[in-house]
């Protein structure tokens, strides 16, 4: 069902969530055997009857759903080397196109990581979520026992709905934040998250959440 690029802290996460939902996931890393120690972990933790699969990048996707849980210096070069295969897939751009010194940006002013690769790949359909939620918050799916909020913007109704119903059935809060321009203040806002764990001394165990 949802084929997750990258095997490093993002993957377990939402691979985590994604199983909670009863998603099967294919997990496709730079290295087979990193690939698949993942999705064993994955597999030991789940509870579910959902399968997981490994790969390596470059093995051809067959899910509708393609989360791209990479570095945002990665995931254009990425995205071009999928190119052909995506056309009418969702694309779910998680990154945090941070600079060097992690405490800014590198995307131009007036757009956003989500926008920038959208441009990429034409034929998909990009949705940006999950890049104010932190990996390891979403491994235990909660923060001080509130469900995590996952903020979604794209500019397909029907994708960011799909994308919505398994955030929801993995025991999250979707929030459609509007249109993938929207990804410009979720950047800012996954920024300002980051820049505050030093502040406030959370060690990237917070979440940010709209509370009624
Ligand atoms: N960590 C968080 O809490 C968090 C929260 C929100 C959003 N994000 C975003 O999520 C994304 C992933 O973060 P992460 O924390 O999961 O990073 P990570 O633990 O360092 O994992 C990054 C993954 O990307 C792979 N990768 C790197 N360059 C690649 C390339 N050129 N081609 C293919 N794969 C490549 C790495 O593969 P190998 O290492 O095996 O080579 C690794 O599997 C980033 O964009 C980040 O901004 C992270």
Redesign the pocket.
């Known amino acids: 069902m949802v084929t997750i690029?990258?095997?490093?802290?993002?993957?377990?996460?939402i691979g985590t969530r994604l199983l909670a939902a009863g998603a099967d996931v294919t997990l496709l890393?730079?290295?087979a055997a990193?690939a698949e120690a993942l999705a064993a972990e994955l597999r030991g933790a789940a509870s579910g009857g959902a399968a997981v699969k490994s790969g390596v990048?470059g093995d051809p996707i067959a899910d509708e759903i393609i989360v791209?849980?990479?570095?945002?210096?990665?995931?254009g070069?990425?995205l071009q080397r999928y190119a052909t295969q995506l056309g009418g897939r969702t694309v779910v751009d998680?990154?945090?196109?941070?600079n060097a010194t992690y405490d800014g940006l590198v995307t131009p002013p007036g757009s956003s990581a989500a926008e920038e690769l959208a441009h990429v790949v034409p034929e998909a359909t990009l949705v940006k979520a999950?890049?104010?939620?932190?990996?390891?918050t979403l491994v235990a799916g909660q923060v001080a026992g509130q469900p995590l909020d996952v903020f979604l913007a794209g500019d397909d109704a029907a994708a960011k709905a799909r994308l919505a119903q398994l955030v929801q059935a993995g025991g999250m809060r979707p929030i459609d934040a509007g249109p993938l321009q929207r990804a410009r203040q979720l950047e800012a806002l996954?920024l300002l998250h980051i820049t505050l764990q030093s502040t406030l001394g959370t060690g990237?165990a917070s979440a940010v959440k709209i509370l009624p």
């Open positions: 690029l990258g095997t490093g802290n993002m993957a377990r996460g890393g730079t290295q990193k990048v791209l849980a990479v570095p945002y210096a990665a995931a070069s990425l998680i990154t945090n196109p941070l999950f890049n104010t939620t932190f990996a390891q996954g990237f």
